[in-house]
């Protein structure tokens, strides 16, 4: 399942993101959202746990705790389709 990450304190690592995530089960991908230009978090990013009751256990656990001053959000990421 793929799980969207939002407010996330602009300096938390993607290191200590992941961190957040592993007690909770494996984890496939981590990827914090940075800006291109100045190299800084934009504040979101996206954990890929293959296994749904982890991933479903992750967002209960952290969504809308307090990490770095900022208070998580956690869901299921929506896959967007592409409009011809």
Do not use: H
């Amino acid at each position: 399942m793929n799980l969207l990450v939002r407010n996330i304190a602009r300096t938390l690592t993607e290191a200590e993101l992941l961190a957040l995530f592993e007690p909770y089960g494996s984890i496939q991908s981590c990827t914090l959202v940075m800006n291109k230009e100045s190299g800084l978090s934009k504040g979101f990013g996206f954990i890929e746990m293959p296994k749904v009751g982890e991933a479903k256990a992750a967002i209960l656990g952290l969504n809308g705790k307090d990490v770095g001053g900022s208070k998580l959000r956690v869901k299921k990421a929506e896959i967007k389709q592409a409009v011809d």
